[in-house]
């Protein structure tokens, strides 16, 4: 067993279930992250979840995948029951959901933490929190902490802590879908500002600013709100 289930109790090894690989991960996650941003586009059909497993932003690593790969993950995660096909009335073409909520019952929230960290690889749960605004409205990262701890206690645990990386302050992450390991950036505190793809950079920005936007206008109305006690 890793240092991930040695040194912080994560446990890890799925005993009895079954690890996904780098692929299975990517299309479980876009699954769940097109399914709470574009509600009226999902289930997702084979292009559109290609698309999404080699979109640019927001994915760490980027991959490349074709069609015919997607469609043979597809196949395997069928077999595991945590894809359905579903064939809606007069479409022409086969589109695809996730199970994981009712595979591992797990509410909105707990199901955007572990998106996340399929999507994104070690992060922090400040990081979770910035990143899966738009998954979930996490009000504080103390919330994103109690999902992350959810996700920890169940058996098998879905998610581990990681040890500090030297001159780390705040405790990392890592989903267990693919097992223990942790990824070997990870070990050092994980990639340099100069070696995250620029694209990937731009997107976590946008994901920042709108996340403050978002805290400015509602820091501004709860200020309106305060002021008007006193007109």
């Known amino acids: 067993m890793s240092d991930a ?3 912080e ?3 890890g090894a799925r005993d009895g279930d079954f690890l996904l690989d780098a692929s299975e991960v990517r299309v479980l996650a876009v699954l769940a992250e097109k399914e709470a941003l574009t509600p009226d586009n999902y289930p997702l059909s084979l292009n559109a979840l290609t698309n999404g497993c080699n979109q640019l932003t927001s994915r760490d690593p980027v991959m490349s995948l074709s069609e015919q790969a997607v469609q043979d993950v597809l196949h395997g995660l069928i077999q595991k029951k945590l894809v359905s096909e579903v064939r809606q009335a007069g479409a022409r073409v086969v589109k695809y959901e996730h199970r994981m909520r009712m595979k591992w019952a797990l509410e909105q929230d707990k199901l955007a933490v572990l998106a996340i960290l399929m ?13 899966g605004g738009r998954l979930h409205d996490f009000a504080s990262v103390a919330d994103v902490e109690a999902g992350l701890q959810f996700l920890i206690d169940k058996y098998p645990p879905l998610v581990a802590r990681i040890p500090r990386a030297p001159g780390e302050k705040e405790v990392r992450y890592m989903h267990l879908l693919s097992g223990d390991e942790i990824p070997e950036k990870s070990l050092d505190g994980g990639a340099s500002a100069a070696e995250v793809p620029r694209s990937d950079r731009i997107g976590q920005l946008e994901e920042e600013v709108a996340r403050l936007r978002a805290e400015v206008e509602r820091l501004s109305e709860q200020f309106d709100n305060f002021r008007k006690q006193f007109d």
Request: hydrophobic share 20%; aromatic share 0%.
């Open 5 to 7: 289930g040695q040194n």
């Open 9 to 11: 109790g994560g446990g």
């Open 119 to 131: 999507l994104r690889g070690v992060q922090t749960a400040g990081e979770v929190r910035s990143r």
